[in-house]
């Protein structure tokens, strides 16, 4: 089943974080690849996953991996 | 051990700084070169840990970023045993590194105090009758709440009970505040000033108005525009690409010192984050003022408008008839005034809430024998006395003398395009008010701020008759004005200029029955805002109807668009200077490369940070 997941971040700095950050989530089994959306300014991370493939803590254990915290998020 | 390190980033930027102070120190003061080596040893390898690791997680993800030159140019630097260089270009960094965190927040604070307004939590009617305190996630449609003085609104919703003002700065960006009672309608992010109000709720979280400008804003600041993403495109070729000319460089001179050079001025740290910190300052500036922009494509269009295409009613008028002059006629003119409007009180006539509106309060009296006069008026007695409340043909039936005087007001009056209301009592002519649609305040100076901006063409289209549009027209000082269009007739005309004329064209309406324009148009400009279709299908929404937004929104985006040029000005400008320094010059180094390149993201940082403060000047 697909959903779609917001995540919030620490704030970001430099946009080279967002590329990084997409390069991982685009890695992930299961994640929309053509949904990913990784907002700068805003520190938040739009994506669709396919929750029986991959578990939302998956995708924030990526994107933690990476270096960056996950403050919040919410599924649809 | 990497998340370590990482966290405390800032204390390792703050020990690498006073390891090379402390080295500098023992060399020249007392000449101890053992100390200055290995404390620039220690600050070097403390320094370039963050870095390198930051580097490894992009390349594990193909990345190759920054972070990836700075490692190998301070490797190589090192190698060289060049500590002197390899400490100071990662402290420099780091130090950069976190300037840029601190002023980007400035530039990201007018978003985050909008988005921070969001509400919390809600006081809901639970089963048992009593409000408890729950988060605003849990609130659903249908549920009663319970605002009190000095909250937030949860949701939008409908007052049930009770009475109260509110400032909505949240939604229309105007702190002014609106009286509450029941059956009025409450927005989400809006505070309660004063009293209590119990409501039900009708749309939660992102359905809500606050929620979707909060949603459009968030998705503006970071949308791209083709320039952005050109960019984007180039940078990611751009720094392999450096990476493969310093190679190239070792490969044929053998000097590795050359080749680290090169990674180092090569970083293109300034061009990719120029341009998005021009946009987020300028969409936040808007946001404050509920001027909403949606992203740098909109920004770059809309500061290139050379006609404003307006709808009349409702846009550069106020949308409802109001009096606009009153003369009075003989004696005991505050008798005839409650005369007027206890007559007026009953008619359900369009202009006789203008009247009544006008006289305000007064002393009523009972109406007798009221006869309605078809396409003329109503005549009654009132107190005993004939009351004639019409137009000029009433009165002349009802054998009203008009003096010269009257006849004079009645067609300055009608020049003017009012409506006219005369009231005669017992045969004698004692008010006459002019009735019409006003102009906004201030639209007349408003307009002519767009001119001094750079529109060239103000043009009016309304479905009214052509003498009325005339009459504002020329009292708004616009270039054209069309009437009798239908709204079909409006998005053909705005067509044709853009596709005959080669106009690049903004159409201005409140997006109640004009979608068609606001989506056809250059750009779609949505007044009053509030209405999902008017945020959904326009460019730029305003959420209230002040017309003296508009040229704050044009100057804004005008000022953005020349900041974003700027920006890229400086950043190229920096790497081209620094390329051919290294080429002419021989002071050119490692560290001097990196403290002009964090010097020059920091300067598109504050030159963005400009625009925070940005006010249209009048």
Redesign the interface.
Same mark, same amino acid.
């Given at each position: 089943m697909m959903k779609a997941a917001t995540l919030q971040l620490e704030t970001l700095t430099c946009p080279s974080c967002a590329a990084k950050i997409e390069g991982a989530l685009k890695s992930l089994n299961g994640v929309d690849q053509g949904s990913i959306k990784v907002l700068f300014n805003s520190s938040k991370v739009k994506l669709n996953f396919d929750a029986d493939t991959i578990a939302l803590d998956d995708i924030t254990q990526a994107i933690t991996k990476m270096g960056y915290i996950v403050e919040k998020s919410v599924v649809k | 051990m %990497?998340?370590q390190i +990482?966290r405390n980033k800032n204390k390792i930027t703050v020990i690498s700084g006073v390891l090379i102070a402390l080295g500098f120190l023992s060399l020249w003061t007392v000449g101890n070169e053992l100390v200055f080596e290995w404390a620039l040893i220690i600050a070097s390898i403390l320094g370039a840990a963050p870095i390198a690791? %930051?580097a490894y997680?992009?390349l594990?993800?193909?990345?190759v970023?920054? *972070?990836v030159l700075v490692t190998l140019a301070v490797t190589g630097a090192f190698l060289l045993r060049n500590f002197e260089e390899s400490a100071i270009v990662t402290f420099l960094f780091l130090f950069g590194?976190y300037l &840029? %965190?601190r002023t +980007?927040?400035k530039t990201?604070s007018a978003?985050k105090e909008l988005?921070e307004m969001a509400p919390e939590s809600a006081l809901k009617l639970m089963d048992d009758g009593e409000y408890v305190e729950v988060e605003v996630d849990e609130v659903e449609v249908g549920d009663v709440l319970l605002v009190k003085t000095g909250a937030k609104v949860p949701v939008d919703g409908t007052v049930l009970s009770g009475e109260g003002s509110i400032n909505e700065a949240g939604i229309t960006g105007e702190s002014i505040p609106v009286g509450k009672e029941k059956e009025s309608k409450v927005y989400a992010g809006t505070i309660l000033d004063n009293g209590t109000l119990q409501i039900v709720a009708d749309r939660v979280g992102e359905d809500t108005t606050f929620g979707k400008i909060i949603e459009l804003v &968030?998705?503006a600041? *970071?949308s791209k525009s083709e320039a952005e993403r050109f960019i984007d495109r180039f940078s990611?070729y751009y720094t392999p690409a450096v990476l493969l000319i310093a190679f190239i460089v070792w490969l044929f001179s053998r000097d590795i010192a050359s080749a680290v050079t090169i990674l180092v001025l090569g970083c293109p740290g300034a061009l990719?984050?120029g341009v998005?910190v021009s946009?987020?300052a300028g969409i936040g500036n808007g946001a404050r003022r509920g001027i909403l922009l949606k992203g740098s494509e909109v920004i770059g269009d809309f500061s290139r408008v050379d006609t404003m295409v307006f709808d009349k009613t409702g846009t550069l008028t106020m949308g409802a008839p109001a009096v606009s002059a009153v003369e009075y006629y003989g004696e005991n003119i505050p008798e005839a005034l409650g005369y007027l409007a206890s007559i007026e009180r009953e008619s359900d006539h369009p202009l006789a809430k203008a009247v009544l509106d006008e006289i305000g309060e007064t002393e009523y009296s009972v109406v007798e024998n009221t006869e309605v006069v078809k396409g003329g008026g109503i005549v009654a007695t009132v107190n005993g006395h004939r009351v004639a409340v019409g137009n000029v043909a009433l009165m002349v039936k009802e054998n009203v003398v008009l003096n010269e005087k009257a006849q004079a007001d009645i067609a300055r009056l009608e020049r003017q395009g009012n409506s006219l209301v005369l009231s005669a009592v017992d045969g004698e002519l004692k008010i006459l008010m002019g009735v019409r649609d006003q102009t906004r305040p201030g639209a007349k100076e408003h307009l002519q701020e767009l001119k001094k901006l750079g529109v060239k063409h103000l043009v009016m289209l309304s479905g009214d008759n052509q003498g009325t549009v005339d009459i504002v027209g020329r009292e708004l000082g616009l270039t054209e004005a069309h009437g009798n269009m239908l709204p079909e007739d409006k998005s053909a005309f705005i067509k044709r200029l853009i596709e005959q004329e080669g106009r690049i064209v903004a159409f201005v309406g409140d997006g109640v029955n004009d979608s068609p324009s606001l989506a056809l148009a250059n750009i779609g400009i949505a007044m009053g805002g509030g209405t999902d279709v008017a945020i959904e299908t326009s460019d730029v929404v305003l959420m209230n109807s002040n017309l003296g937004h508009l040229p704050h929104a044009l100057g804004l985006a005008k000022a953005t668009a020349r900041n974003m040029k700027q920006n890229i000005l400086i950043a190229v400008g920096v790497v081209l200077v620094l390329i051919s320094a290294l080429i002419f010059s021989d002071w050119m180094n490692m560290s001097i490369g990196m403290l002009v390149h964090e010097g020059s993201i920091l300067a598109v940082i504050l030159n963005g940070m400009r625009l925070l403060s940005y006010r249209q000047k009048a």
């Open positions: - | %990497q998340h +990482l690791i %930051q997680q992009a594990k993800v193909k990345v970023s920054i *972070d590194a &840029e %965190q +980007l927040n990201r978003i988005t &968030e998705e600041q *970071d990611r990719v984050i998005p946009n987020v």
